[in-house]
Nanobody, 122 residues
Framework: QVQLAESGGGSVQAGDSLELSCAASGSVFMTDTMGWFRQAPGREREFVAAISWSDGRRLHADSVKGRFTISINNAKNTIYLQMNNLKPEDTAVYFC???????????????WGQGTQVTVSS
């Protein structure tokens, strides 16, 4: 089993930057992709970004392209989400996820983290 631990959430002003981290532990070899999802109050959980352990391929949702960047540190089994030019509509609980690439990017990862709150004020 893989365990995921997010960190880095907080409250910021519009236009600010924030970086989220997610460290994987346990049977990390069982998963080939990690990613981020978010869920705002009253809305469904939505895909944000994903990155593959093996070849580093990345996918970002259209809503965050050009502002958010996912990256990976293989040695630390950790992924990051650099969020720039944050907007109030980015306010949500951000969840780390892990699993096979094709399943993860459509919202069906094998493992979820506990989530971290990001609040952006105007």
């Amino acid at each position: 089993q893989v365990q995921l631990a997010e960190s880095g959430g907080g409250s910021v002003q519009a236009g600010d930057s924030l970086e989220l981290s997610c460290a994987a532990s346990g049977s990390v070899f069982m998963t080939d992709t990690m990613g981020w999802f978010r869920q705002a109050p009253g809305r469904e959980r939505e895909f944000v970004a994903a990155i593959s352990w093996s070849d580093g391929r990345r996918l970002h949702a259209d809503s965050v392209k050009g502002r958010f960047t996912i990256s990976i540190n293989n040695a630390k089994n950790t992924i990051y989400l650099q969020m720039n030019n944050l907007k109030p509509e980015d306010t949500a609980v951000y969840f780390c996820a892990a699993g096979p690439y094709q399943a993860l990017v459509v919202g069906r990862p094998a493992v979820w983290g506990q989530g971290t709150q990001v609040t952006v004020s105007s």
